[in-house]
């Protein structure tokens, strides 16, 4: 079964960093799309990032400068970098898969960024 799996997901103090990972199984992430989007309570899931199958990237204005989203093709895993947090990042992070036309999604991380 295809299975995209995240971590890093933690509590944080607003600067901080932390990275995210999306390992995929069942699904070769260099074939297609690999996004990031994030959902806070009350508020609508939202596109942070996305990696296309060339390397090509684009984020949200709202984390350009400050996350980047990058992919070890070796290890079939898509990160998300993450530098000088806000309490606004602070939502559950799902990594998205777009391959052979169809899509996936990962279970979920909570970043929480608070001090």
């Known amino acids: 079964q295809v299975q995209l799996v995240e971590s890093g997901g933690d509590l944080v103090q607003p600067g901080g960093s932390l990275r995210l990972s999306c390992v995929g199984s069942g699904i070769i992430l260099s074939m297609g799309v690999t996004n990031w989007y994030r959902q806070a309570p009350v508020k609508q899931r939202e596109l942070v990032a996305g990696?296309?199958?060339?390397?090509?990237?684009n984020y949200a204005d709202s984390v350009k400068g400050r996350f980047t989203i990058s992919r070890d093709n070796a290890k079939n895993t898509v990160y998300l970098k993450m530098n000088s947090l806000r309490p606004e990042d602070t939502a559950v992070y799902y990594c998205?898969?777009?391959?052979?036309?169809?899509?996936?999604w990962g279970q979920g991380t909570q970043v929480t960024v608070s001090s």
């Open positions: 990696i296309t199958s060339g390397g090509g990237t």
């Open positions: 998205n898969a777009n391959v052979v036309m169809m899509t996936y």
